[in-house]
């Protein structure tokens, strides 16, 4: 009799977690050794409330257009698992007699799964636990970045420039551009790739860095002084000298957790009530993470390629890993897997480089080298016909 | 010696409207019967302003570049053109030795197109004044439809059926989708398209209809209850049952047209003040309008086709329309062109039809079988795994 096998999601999806996804699948068929695929609706929730999914069946054509289905196919949710759920998680495989359990998240995710395997260790239970990467914010430790990351970075880029585009073209207004990052800036940092390929002035703004908002108001009047308009980026949680989010609605939820505002919108208030500039917000929010055709191939191929290691290591008998990417930039990109110990990656946070950010708003060429391979090498070219 | 011909943007630039650039800019190199090629920069600014650019020798290298670029590729404006600049646009025509002129744009343009070619009349220029039809909004009338819509649809119909898939994975909120059209409801009508197509309902509220909003919160908690997330989808311009607009920046664009502020955000403030529900906004904005990875391939060949058609009828003497796109959808979709008296069409407003929207939040089959054709045809596939 073969193995079983469980998967779960956890957190917010990204274009390629369902690529992932599909890599699990087609990796267990593959391996001849898998007898029952099963996945959890709705992550820790169908976890713990014994809501599984039998994907064993599922026809190979549905399979594979999941690498262009965005978010979960199987469900996703934020709620962390504490301790006192443990037992029912422990009960849930016994029940289905799962041999290996994949967890696809990113740091509370991957802390999860390591508690998940201490806790099958101490129980004599025989379950291999392995994590697949997965977070478009690219703040997971140890591995060189993360699955999700390019397609949501390669979606900053091109979308700033097409913006970038249009605000130089009718320069009427300052445009400023929201991306999600609320504490790493990585995504954000990608929208500023392709300045270089329109005559609009860029000003970047992320989240590891305080914002003096006086010094950015009078940067944005002195570029777009010059009349070729001007495309401002800000990360969600970009925040004021004094630590403070720049858009804070004052609205608490019914969990009591305060709802953080549109940070662009708040930047153009600004703007419109200092400056006596016009300017407009555009706040894209989670169709950075959903939109397909803006999705990297690469990150989809790497995406499917973690899923299908994890699977393999896990039926070769490993546990307690999580799946990293090594990868070598020179002569040209190439990747390689890895296992990396679940406890090394557990709740650590990856913040984007500070030395890469230069006066506060524009992005260095390190991050070009290290980012561009990411969204599979160069940008679109457009025609420039104004100087 | 050959025509000087000159061309102009008005108003908000659409993902084609470059398009239509490159098919005057190839028809009257095609023709044989064109001298220069002229294009004011920014539009009417340019030519108020005597700011010409010489495009007859951009390369064809370039020119062919125009229909992946998005934006105005000479720049556009807001600038209403008053009676009393109409001497300084003789002036212009008469200085450039200027044979045909056309202007690409939508109501506000028609009607400056129109008045020009009174006006040249009146003072015995031999002038040839063809309107190239452009507006993302959908609202010119006379045309089946207008080249910039079926982009800005097909935007509309993925971005949501993308966004519906991440509201359902992980319904912890109601996802508010703010899109653009102050008074015409067409492009927030796409994205209804691919409603079926997911499992998460969706909810879609035009500016054609006053909205009851006590009406819309119990239709937003109902929905919602079914524990499969929720997609609201708002136009920028919906008003409540005062008139009101939802958001009010109390902000006048250089058209004295009311700019509107984050209509989604507001919706969601609602949701969580009245319902105790959590809910997050988006907003693409611009996105919506400049995004060529979700353009359609039919509207561009559209687009182009029109700027080709201006181009062939201002040269065998044409003067005083507007291009129309005349279209039959069955047995399959087809399209051909004619001209429109200008004065049919400048100002017109061609709203979205009332009998199309069902219970207020609900677009009929009627206007798929409108406007699918029109992105394309039928919209991506997705793996749905979950019921």
Redesign the interface.
């Known amino acids: 009799m073969g193995a079983n096998i469980l998967v779960a999601h956890g957190g917010?999806?990204t274009a390629v977690i369902?690529s992932s996804l599909q890599g699990v699948i087609e990796a267990a068929r593959a391996s001849g050794k898998v007898d029952k695929i099963y996945?959890a609706?709705?992550g820790a929730e169908g976890l713990l409330k014994d809501d599984l999914?039998d994907?064993t069946d599922?026809s190979s054509a549905?399979?594979s257009?999941?690498s262009?289905?965005?978010?979960?196919?199987?469900?996703?949710?934020?709620r962390k698992i504490e301790q006192v759920d443990y037992p029912t998680l422990m009960e849930c495989f016994r029940k289905y007699k799962i041999d290996c359990f994949f967890y696809n998240g990113g740091n509370d995710s991957m802390d999860t799964c390591n508690k998940i395997n201490i806790m099958a260790q101490k129980e004599k239970l025989d379950l291999k636990v392995i994590g697949i990467p997965k977070t478009m914010d690219n703040d997971l430790a140890v591995t060189d970045h993360c699955p999700g990351f390019g397609s949501a970075a390669r979606y900053a880029a091109?979308?700033a420039v097409?913006?970038a585009?249009?605000?130089?073209?009718?320069?009427?207004h300052v445009?400023v551009l929201e991306l999600m990052g609320r504490n790493a800036g990585w995504v954000t940092a990608a929208s500023a790739l392709g300045e270089k390929l329109t005559n609009c002035p860029m000003l970047t703004y992320l989240p590891e860095i305080l914002v003096d908002t006086d010094k950015m108001l009078s940067d944005i009047e002195k570029e777009f002084a010059g009349g070729k308009g001007l495309l401002v980026t800000v990360s969600e949680g970009i925040k004021d000298l004094d630590g403070k989010p720049l858009a804070d609605?004052g609205?608490v939820?019914?969990?009591g957790h305060k709802?953080p505002?549109?940070t662009a919108?708040a930047v153009s208030d600004l703007i419109?009530k200092k400056l006596n500039i016009?300017s407009?917000?555009?706040?894209?929010?989670?169709?950075g993470?959903?939109?397909?055709?803006?999705a990297s191939d690469i990150d989809r191929e790497e995406a499917y390629a973690v899923g299908k290691y994890a699977v393999d290591s896990a039926l070769v008998g490993k546990s307690g890993y999580m799946v990293s990417i090594d990868a070598e930039r020179k002569p040209k990109y190439s990747y390689k897997l890895s296992l990396v110990e679940l406890s090394k990656v557990a709740n650590v946070e990856k913040i984007f480089p500070k030395e890469w950010i230069i006066g506060g708003n524009k992005i260095s060429g390190e991050f070009a080298d290290y980012c561009l391979p990411l969204i599979g090498g160069n940008l679109?070219?457009?025609?420039?016909?104004?100087k």
């Open positions: 917010g999806p369902n996945a609706r709705f999914m994907l599922v549905t399979v257009l999941l262009q289905t965005p978010a979960s196919a199987i469900g996703s949710c934020r091109i979308n097409e913006l585009l249009d605000a130089s073209a009718l320069p009427i445009v609605t609205i939820d019914g969990f709802v505002g549109g919108q419109m016009k407009r917000a555009e706040k894209p929010g989670l169709l993470r959903t939109s397909i055709a803006y679109p070219e457009f025609a420039i016909l104004r």
